[in-house]
């Protein structure tokens, strides 16, 4: 997946200013900046999430297998099938059980759904839940803890088989132990998934990217290997950022 | 700053408060005094009927030389009218309020809500006289067998008063879904309906099911439209063509009749209205229980 000169705008406000940036296939890339960067803006262009909210709007052009997501006669509810996003809360569907929840995205574009018990294990697995809710799979979603309902929000995007996975901050909302067990089930998921990951937490990009892009004020200041950005940046901005200069 | 941090309160404050704690009280104490007038003077009428002949009988005919007190018919009156009522309210209401939370512009929500509620600031006469006079007319012309009173055109009228209750708290119900449910939805590569029936509407449906509740409940209180165009007889029957009466209607009748203080016949009213209070009552409670589910933010 790559932005190519993406612009996004909340009405006449400009919050990203021409943004160009490839995420290399499975692998995790790390968006970090100061609050109002425009990196939350970012993900949610990929999956066309960003024109849900009213006044939004796009320019630019994002590759997704060579396909403009954006061109005409792209149907969004396609491009979410195959870009599947994390939020910063958890989200789990109240009315749902758990087992429902995974299917959930299935049910809901309406697809047949000829395994269910296997798909919602397969997914519960590889969101490393699995071993925690077998017994319990018709409970609610919402009486999971915070750090288990962010796992099946994930396990929720994974049941679509998706290409791509978005993470706008999954961990803001998680204590350090929750947060500790979704770093530990990136790395495992990057096996597959090409992830993107906004977060404000340098050192969770330092843990969990292979490679990390700075935003500052609606821009991409600089992107390269995780360990180079945060050891030897090439830009003054980056370096007062990642030393803690401001922000 | 220096200085006692010691000062008497300003008596006005005390003052004020007493005041707005008697209003308070106010509707508490008129309550307190409703229900005792309606058990004691029920009580006079339960001393003479019993409660077997009440809940037993299916005439009511306490105007009679033969006196019957069952109070089936009016029963059967009440519930034919609401059913009908709510047949009405409840997917008008219900789609109005999807329209308004989901799919309706900012702009034409402001306009078309405050549009919608001024339905129920109609006084209900003027609905009885309309039931009467425009709309049972109307439909003899496709309902064979209708009479000049009927259940069905005060139901329908009493669908359209009540219409504004549903869909409105419903409104309300389905706008407070919170919008990280929708995107969960749309990030899922939901389309908008199966948004809207699968995720949004099971999330307000304790709020609905309340705000139907309470129209259910203003449909059974209701009195001039059935008064003033069902039919005032009491009639053990499910037929929405002939006429009937419904709980309220016969307290209307007995009121405004010449019936004197202090008779059996008098007394009916209160045995009525107790039934009547207690029917509401329960549905209040119901949902009072599920409101409080949807402010507590609660799941089913």
């Known amino acids: ?247 | 700053m220096s200085g006692s941090l010691h000062a008497p309160r300003a008596p006005s404050e005390r003052i004020i408060a007493a005041v707005l704690f008697a209003c308070g009280m106010v509707s508490v104490f008129t309550t307190l005094g409703i229900v005792v007038v309606l058990v004691k003077e029920s009580a006079g009428f339960f001393s003479e009927v019993s409660l077997g002949q009440f809940l037993g009988d299916t005439q009511w005919t306490p105007l009679f030389t033969d006196q019957h007190f069952g109070i089936w018919p009016l029963l059967a009156g009440t519930l034919l009218t609401t059913a009908i009522a709510v047949a009405v309210a409840l997917p008008l209401g219900l789609l109005a309020a999807i329209y308004l939370a989901e799919f309706a512009p900012e702009r034409a929500r402001k306009i078309l809500k405050p549009t919608l509620e001024v339905l129920a600031g109609i006084p209900t006469v003027v609905y009885g006289y309309f039931a009467l006079v425009y709309i049972t007319p109307l439909l003899q012309r496709f309902v064979p067998g209708l009479a000049g009173f009927n259940a069905l055109g005060p139901g329908i009228v009493m669908g359209v008063m009540i219409l504004p209750v549903i869909a409105s708290l419903s409104e309300d119900a389905i706008y407070a879904v919170p919008a990280s449910l929708r995107e969960a939805a749309y990030a899922l590569g939901a389309g908008r309906l199966r948004t809207v029936f699968r995720v949004v509407l099971p999330s307000a449906f304790s709020g609905i099911g309340a705000a139907v509740i309470l129209g259910i409940s203003r449909a059974i209180g209701e009195t001039m439209i059935v008064a003033i165009a069902a039919g005032q007889q009491a009639r053990l029957t499910a037929d929405p063509r002939s006429p009937i009466e419904t709980m309220t209607a016969y307290i209307v009748q007995i009121s405004l009749g010449d019936t004197p203080t202090g008779t059996l016949e008098y007394r009916t009213i209160f045995a009525v209205g107790l039934a009547l209070f207690l029917l509401t009552l329960g549905l209040n409670a119901v949902a009072f229980r599920l409101r409080r589910r949807v402010l507590k933010g609660g799941t089913l």
């Open chain 1, 1 to 247: 997946m790559a932005a190519h000169d993406l612009h996004a705008w909340f009405g006449a406000n400009e919050a990203l200013k021409g943004i160009t940036l490839a995420f290399p296939e499975t692998r995790v890339t790390a968006i970090i900046g100061p609050s109002g960067c425009g990196k939350s803006t970012f993900v949610r262009c990929l999956n066309r999430m960003h024109e849900v909210v009213p006044g939004a709007r796009v320019a630019g052009r994002v590759a997704l297998d060579g396909q403009d997501i954006y061109a005409p006669g792209v149907n969004p509810v396609r491009v979410r099938r195959r870009v599947g996003m994390v939020f910063q809360k958890p989200n789990p569907f109240p009315t749902m059980s758990i087992r429902e929840n995974v299917l959930a995205g299935l049910r809901l574009s309406g697809e047949p759904v000829p395994d269910p018990a296997g798909t919602v294990e397969k997914a519960l697995r590889q969101a490393a839940l699995w071993d925690e809710v077998r017994d319990v799979l018709k409970r609610t979603g919402s009486s999971l803890s915070g750090g288990q309902q962010q796992r099946l929000c994930i396990a929720r995007a994974l049941a679509l088989e998706p290409e791509v996975l978005l993470m706008d901050e999954p961990c803001s909302a998680l204590d350090p132990i929750a947060t500790a067990r979704i770093e530990e089930l990136i790395h495992e998921l990057r096996e597959r998934y090409t992830i993107a990951i906004v977060t404000h937490n340098m050192q969770q990009a330092a843990r969990v990217a292979d490679f990390t892009a700075f935003f500052y004020q609606g821009e991409l200041v600089e992107v390269d290997r995780t360990d180079v950005l945060f050891t030897h940046p090439n830009n003054r901005k980056t370096e007062d950022y990642i030393t803690g200069r401001f922000g």
